[in-house]
Nanobody, 113 residues
Framework: QVQLVESGGGLVQAGESLTLSCAAS????????TGWYRQAPGKQREMVAF???????SYGDSVKGRFSMSRDNAKNTFYLQMNNLKPEYTAVYYC???????WGQGPQVTVSS
């Protein structure tokens, strides 16, 4: 089993930055893929960023150039740096790890205009 604990959500104004963290514990060796997803009210959950098992980082089209995902293997933690936030980015943000399909608790990120 893998446990993911997120931190860093909150309320910010448009144009500001926020960093989310996701600390993993348990069977860390089973983690090959890590990612961030978000779900806005009334919308489907969408991919924001991920790091593949081969180390390649990819981003959703709507966040390219604004968001940056990184991973600190020594701390078993991965991050999502979000810059120049827009109100339409308001959502619940979930971290994700596979193999095994594990999700974080999903803190709320609210961006006011």
């Amino acid at each position: 089993q893998v446990q993911l604990v997120e931190s860093g959500g909150g309320l910010v104004q448009a144009g500001e930055s926020l960093t989310l963290s996701c600390a993993a514990s348990g069977r860390i060796s089973s983690i090959k893929f890590t990612g961030w997803y978000r779900q806005a009210p009334g919308k489907q959950r969408e991919m924001v960023a991920f790091i593949s098992g081969g180390g390649t980082t990819s981003y959703g089209d709507s966040v390219k150039g604004r968001f940056s995902m990184s991973r600190d293997n020594a701390k078993n933690t991965f991050y999502l740096q979000m810059n120049n936030l827009k109100p339409e980015y308001t959502a619940v943000y979930y971290c994700y790890a596979a193999l095994g399909n594990y999700w974080g608790q999903g803190p709320q990120v609210t961006v006011s205009s």
